[in-house]
């Protein structure tokens, strides 16, 4: 088994990765497409995003938590996976029939069989992607290298083939292909290490969990898959463009944060199966006292320098996406702190009906305010309505975890954060005020701040 130091390095070294493959082929890709076929794609992708977040539920948090209590008897963790295969099978079927359905009444997705046809097979690829297997093992060395070597293939295509606004289909295609190569290779793979067999089926034990946790992760997701099908349906597709750019920008910075929970999730499920509590609750605050110091900073950062952001990575065309961003950015602390709450607690202890509750509570939110802000506020708005319902998330799950473990709010680490930033923040004001180009502003700023 390997250390949590090392899977935390092959972890960040992926997220790396996935910072450079955005930074490369992100800017490249919207300035070529354009706002109006970014959106489009964007608006394939988010509905896309919705049937595959349904069909796959909870199984990413809950594959992890299973395969991780089992990994070392061969005959249960065979079981799992052929239990988890199953209802993923099943689960499926039903996901690509609605997805089909949906495609066929949404009048600007009609218009478009081929990215609707790509769509059925990204659903399908992305739900025997089985990443939750692998982090289960603790294989992250496998997950890097894995990743690694299919991103280069797709940045490579990426520059030969995508070269005009109507090249938007190759782009899907691409994106999808990614998936379908890792899908493939990840379900071969596993034959090393399980065997499928129907006489290990017992799916009524993990049927419950699986939904209860499924409906937190698809209400974790749906702001990025949700909002963009509700904001194209409701406003055009530029709205989407530079909806679709400010998560994006948001992701990639966001990703780092994900790589700790992802690792530590593991190991964080070993000590519930054996009790210590105790150890459970050090390691969270220890976590969260790692994150805080991390998320300040860039928050702060991210908002002020929102316009250069923007502009670097997608060009003047998505000016729109600034004010997006920069009310996205407070995220890196509302969604980390809650996910800490959520991933390394709450799942880690069971807690699936307390997760089921609050999912509900912030799911009505999130209806009712797309349904009162979307259609007037188009990008701006879908940015409000995912920080609000966040928050909503985090309080819920703050007061869940004080009272079935008494992991409190960490207030100390916060505190500090703010007060040791703000001569950082006096300085890059009085550097936008040097006579430099806004860039060189930007970098300075940045540099100077984190430093201090």
Same mark, same amino acid.
């Given at each position: ?17 996935? /910072? ?6 992100? *800017?490249?890709?919207? @300035? ?35 395969? =991780? @209590?089992? @990994? ?16 993923l099978l099943i689960f499926t079927i039903v996901g690509v029939c609605g997805f089909i359905i949906c495609a066929s009444l949404i009048p600007n997705l009609r218009q478009h069989p081929q990215l609707i ?7 399908? =690829? ?15 060395? /496998?997950?890097?290298? @894995? ?11 990426? #520059?030969?083939?995508?070269?005009? *606004? ?6 899907? =295609? ?15 793979? =596993? ?13 009524? +034990? ?52 994900? %790589? ?12 519930? +199966? ?25 928050? $702060? ?16 065309? /998505?000016?729109?996406?600034?004010? *997006? ?29 307390? $997760? ?35 928050? +909503? ?6 007061? %869940? ?20 930033? $703000? ?9 936008? /005020?040097? *006579? ?10 940045? $540099?100077? #701040?984190?430093?201090?």
């Amino acid at each position: 088994m390997a250390s949590i130091k090392k899977n935390l390095i092959y972890s960040i070294l992926l997220t790396t990765s996935s /910072y450079i493959m955005s930074l490369v082929v992100f *800017p490249y890709a919207s @300035r070529i497409l354009g706002p109006s076929s970014l959106g489009i794609v964007g608006f394939m992708e988010g509905t896309v995003g919705v049937f595959t977040l349904l069909t796959t539920m909870g199984i990413n948090f809950l594959g992890i938590r299973e395969i =991780a @209590r089992s @990994r070392h008897d061969s005959q249960a963790i065979s079981s799992v996976y052929t239990n988890l295969i199953t209802l993923l099978l099943i689960f499926t079927i039903v996901g690509v029939c609605g997805f089909i359905i949906c495609a066929s009444l949404i009048p600007n997705l009609r218009q478009h069989p081929q990215l609707i046809a790509l769509g059925i097979l990204s659903i399908i =690829a992305q739900v025997f992607l089985i990443e939750w297997f692998y982090k289960g093992l603790e294989n992250f060395k /496998y997950i890097t290298l @894995r990743n690694i070597a299919v991103k280069v293939i797709y940045i490579i295509s990426i #520059f030969f083939l995508i070269k005009s *606004p109507s090249d938007y289909l190759i782009y899907f =295609a691409l994106i999808v292909a990614t998936y379908s190569l890792n899908a493939t290779i990840n379900i071969i793979y =596993a034959r090393k290490f399980v065997h499928f067999s129907f006489r290990y089926l017992n799916l009524k +034990a993990y049927l419950k969990p699986y939904i209860s946790i499924g409906i937190y992760t698809v209400l974790a997701s749906l702001y990025i898959t949700f909002n963009p099908m509700f904001l194209g349906a409701t406003t055009n597709d530029i709205q989407v463009g530079y909806y679709s750019v400010s998560i994006k920008v948001f992701t990639i910075i966001f990703s780092s944060f994900t %790589a700790i929970t992802t690792v530590l999730m593991p190991r964080m499920s070993v000590l519930t +199966a054996n009790n210590e509590i105790e150890k459970l609750k050090e390691n969270s605050y220890r976590t969260i006292n790692i994150f805080t110091i991390l998320a300040t900073p860039l928050t $702060i950062l991210g908002i002020y320098y929102s316009p250069q952001i923007v502009n670097i990575i997608s060009g003047n065309a /998505y000016a729109g996406a600034i004010l *997006p961003m920069q009310i996205l950015m407070p995220l890196l602390f509302i969604n980390g702190y809650a996910q800490i709450l959520n991933v390394q607690i709450l799942m880690t202890i069971n807690q699936d009906k307390t $997760i089921l509750k609050n999912s509900k509570i912030v799911c009505a939110i999130l209806i009712l305010l797309n349904i009162a802000l979307v259609p007037f506020f188009g990008a701006i708005g879908s940015a409000i309505v995912w920080t609000t319902c966040e928050l +909503a998330m985090l309080i819920l799950s703050q007061v %869940a975890t004080t009272r079935l473990v008494n992991v409190r709010f960490y207030f100390r680490p916060i505190i500090s954060s703010i007060i040791t930033s $703000i001569p950082g923040m006096a300085i890059i004001v009085a550097i936008s /005020y040097l *006579p430099l180009n806004q860039y060189i502003q930007a970098i300075i700023g940045c $540099i100077v #701040f984190l430093l201090m």
